[in-house]
């Protein structure tokens, strides 16, 4: 097992070879760094320090993914081919799943390459059980209860009774516990038979109780909203280098000014123009991170997100990150003399 310890700044790629995995991220421009079954876009939504933490175990063909975070989040994530996903909720996890409720006692259900937007509020935790399609339909065969069990194409939320969706967490949670603990035990072959054996079991007991979450009209509302916020997000990403108005929003959306309001309040807790200028300071950073000796500048990539007041901007990424932009991109080894450079100092 190769364990990180908390970065505000960076995380390294885990070496993906390995059963159990142990991601510990102080950065949230590095949540999707270094996992390849999923693909994970996040932009936290308070300035604080972040504190997330990803436990990813690998169980024969089949993985297990916890995910916790101390700060209110959006993600956007896709689900890679090869697998399905079944996401079981902890106690205090809250929030929206395209804009559907999300809880202790709901039970995502997802194809791979289907996007899913994600708002979370402080405390989420979830297990996440990605298993091959083929697995379960072996599996549903061989029981003959091909006709009870409808896998998933697109995003579902389902509702077992509770007893079944806490155990399913619980049951997630106990194994990455002891993952965690003892890295070494699920390299054996026994262990691995073994955990698989219990992962499908659990999780077909679960699925055997849940039916469709009945949506109520304040779901569909919200469903409604997710779908203005992502309009929103995609217009905002198109076109990074215009100083956009919220007259533009609204158009892109084809909804009125009160509209776009509600829903970013609703889902995000933030105004559109709150969210937005978030948004793009996170590309920035991205940008600085990954940039290599003299490939850019923070002037480049503060103008090229859509960032022409460089004071204001400088004021705003550091309130967002508690650094400067300069300090990202000064801190790659390879960057530490700049003197020659004819960069803007922020």
Known sequence: MRQELPLATRTTTPNCRQSVTIVEIGDSTAVGEGIEVIKLDAVQLQSMQLRARRIVVRIGASVLLLHSTNLPIRTRTTLQSGFMAYVAFGPRAAG???????????????????????????????????????????HLRGRQREDEFCLPHGVELLQPNLAAAHALYDWGRHLVNMAARQPQVFDLPQTQTAAQVELLETLLATLGSAASVELAPRDLTRQAYSRVVQIAEDYALTHATKRLCVT??????????????????????????????????????QALRAATHGTTTVTAEALRWGFWHFGDFARAYKECFGELPSDTLRRKPDLADRSGGRDVEF
């Open 96 to 138: 929206t799943l395209n804009g559907l409720s999300i809880g202790p006692d709901r039970v995502l259900a997802a194809g791979s390459g289907i996007e899913v937007d994600f708002v979370v509020a402080a405390g989420y935790e979830s297990v996440s059980f990605l298993v091959p399609p083929d697995d379960i339909r072996a």
């Open 248 to 285: 533009d929003l609204c158009t892109a959306a084809g909804v009125s000014e009160r509209t776009l309001q509600y829903a970013f309040k609703e889902l995000m807790g933030i105004t559109p123009v709150a969210y937005l200028t978030r948004l793009r300071l996170h590309r920035v950073r």
